[in-house]
């Protein structure tokens, strides 16, 4: 099995700061690309940071600027700096993993279970 752990959500004022990071450990074989993912009530999920095995990172239009995704393979941990946060950034924050679990030949979507992050003053 593969387990994705996220941390750091929590209560912060507009304007204010969070670092989110995840965890992967299990049977995990390689990691491809990681991200961040975000689901608002009543809304879909959406990407919100993506980065690549190389580093290479992604952001969503919303966040650009503001949100800075980093991560560490030795590790196999992902973190998202969260900086100048809005209320609309409120919602349920997930990690997810493109990657292969030992003994598999194909690569699969791994998820967390989430961390909440509500802006509000």
């Known amino acids: 099995q593969v387990q994705l752990v996220e941390s750091g959500g929590g209560l912060v004022q507009p304007g204010g700061s969070l670092r989110l990071s995840c965890a992967a450990s299990?049977?995990?074989?390689?990691?491809?690309?990681m991200g961040w993912y975000r689901q608002a009530p009543g809304k879909q999920r959406e990407l919100v940071a993506a980065?690549?095995?190389?580093?290479?990172?992604n952001y969503a239009d919303s966040v650009k600027g503001r949100f800075t995704i980093s991560r560490d393979n030795a590790k196999n941990t992902l973190h998202l700096q969260m900086n100048s946060l809005k209320p609309e950034d409120t919602a349920v924050y997930y990690c997810?993993?493109?990657?292969?679990?030992?003994?598999?030949?194909?690569?699969?979507?791994?998820w967390g279970q989430g961390t909440q992050v509500t802006v509000s003053s």
């Open positions: 997810n993993l493109e990657g292969r679990r030992l003994g598999a030949v194909t690569t699969r979507v791994f």
């Open positions: 299990g049977s995990i074989f390689s990691i491809n690309a």
């Open positions: 980065i690549t095995s190389g580093g290479m990172p």
